[in-house]
């Protein structure tokens, strides 16, 4: 039986995955580093130094490059998210929360961001959640599955027991390497690994993705 969903945050509750895009490209433009859209989908839930090496490919930059470049990265991005509130919820969040709150089903937030936090704020739903794991809590950032595995231990569940909701390549990897049930929020293309593929929560309530999960 599940007890407890285990959230991303970017891409799955709020569109920040947007403003990491915005602020990579910015970077890359002043680097003279060829970055596009298409480019960005491989950094899409990956942490914040992988996806610089990403970016970077077979360039050669010093670790104190590398680290000016992460800093100047989060700049723009803490910069980007200045003005984020309530209203930048993706459609279908703050009903399945609260739905799950009802069924007495725990849940937390997993997400790689250092900024993580924050924005949990700034959306009014960090005291929503009864656990929040973020770019701090673990050593190995997603596609390993430390974070989820550390997210279901707070809750006090089996991995087995947990269901994690994904928009990243990298997140529905990290979930089904812990043998939790994966819930992929996207394009076949990009999250068809998962249990179950959904476009989006909107108009998604538990007692959906149960049936989902039992088909
Ligand atoms: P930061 P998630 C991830 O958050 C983002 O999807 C990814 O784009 C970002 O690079 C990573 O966090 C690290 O974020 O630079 O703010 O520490 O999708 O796991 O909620
Ligand atoms: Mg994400």
Redesign the pocket.
């Known amino acids: 039986d599940i007890r407890g969903v285990i959230f991303?945050?970017?891409?799955?509750l709020t569109d920040t995955?947007e403003y990491h895009y915005l602020a990579w490209q910015k970077l890359a433009d002043e680097e003279g580093i060829p970055f596009n859209r298409q480019a960005n989908e491989a950094l899409?839930?990956v942490s914040r130094r992988a996806s610089l090496m990403l970016i970077i490919g077979d360039r050669q930059y010093s670790e104190a490059q590398i680290q000016e470049m992460m800093e100047r990265k989060n700049r723009y991005y803490v910069e980007l998210i200045q003005n984020i509130s309530s209203k930048d919820l993706l459609p279908g969040a703050i009903a399945l929360l609260d739905e799950l709150k009802q069924a007495g089903i725990k849940t937390a937030i997993g997400s790689g961001s250092k900024n993580a936090r924050t924005v949990l704020e700034k959306l009014g739903i960090a005291d929503k959640v009864d656990a929040i794991l973020d770019g701090y809590s673990v050593q190995q950032p997603k596609p390993a599955p430390d974070l989820f595995l550390h997210a279901a231990k707070q809750l006090g569940i089996e991995p087995k027991q947990s269901v994690v909701m994904?928009?990243?390549a990298a997140?529905i990897e990290a979930a089904l390497a812990g043998g939790m049930w994966a819930i992929g929020l996207g394009p076949v293309e990009r999250v068809g690994a998962a249990h179950v593929v959904l476009p989006s929560l909107k108009g998604i309530t538990w007692t959906d993705i149960q049936a989902k999960l039992n088909e």
Do not use: K, M, T, Y
């Open positions: 991303d945050l970017d891409g799955v995955a899409r839930g994904e928009d990243a997140g």
